[in-house]
């Protein structure tokens, strides 16, 4: 295998797992937002911290309609879409 393959390989599944493990952190929020449900091990500080800087600027966007929050729908759409952004900018090779 080449480095360059080995390199693209790598950068690929990093970019997965993160965006990834972002997606899980904003569902396990909304799932928080329904169930009143406390994590042990600090998990509900840290799911906060990890989903407030990608979810506040977009509460802080849309109008507040009906009691519905949609900023964790808009987040996973922009992120998938961000995902595949920058994955097109990492080079192919054969």
């Not at 360059?4 to 997606?23: K, N, Y």
Request: proline letters at 7%; hydrophobic letters at 55%.
């Amino acid at each position: 295998m080449c480095v360059e393959c080995a390199i693209t390989t790598f950068v690929f599944g990093f970019i997965t797992v993160v965006f990834g493990a972002l997606r899980v952190a904003i569902l396990v929020q909304v799932l928080r937002s329904w169930v009143r449900l406390r994590l042990p091990w600090g998990l509900d500080r840290f799911i906060t911290d990890i989903t407030e800087p990608v979810l506040g600027p977009i509460r802080r966007a849309l109008p507040f309609m009906g009691g519905m929050d949609f900023s964790p729908l808009i987040a996973l759409l922009a992120l998938g879409f961000v995902e595949s952004l920058i994955r097109g900018f990492v080079p192919r090779f054969p």
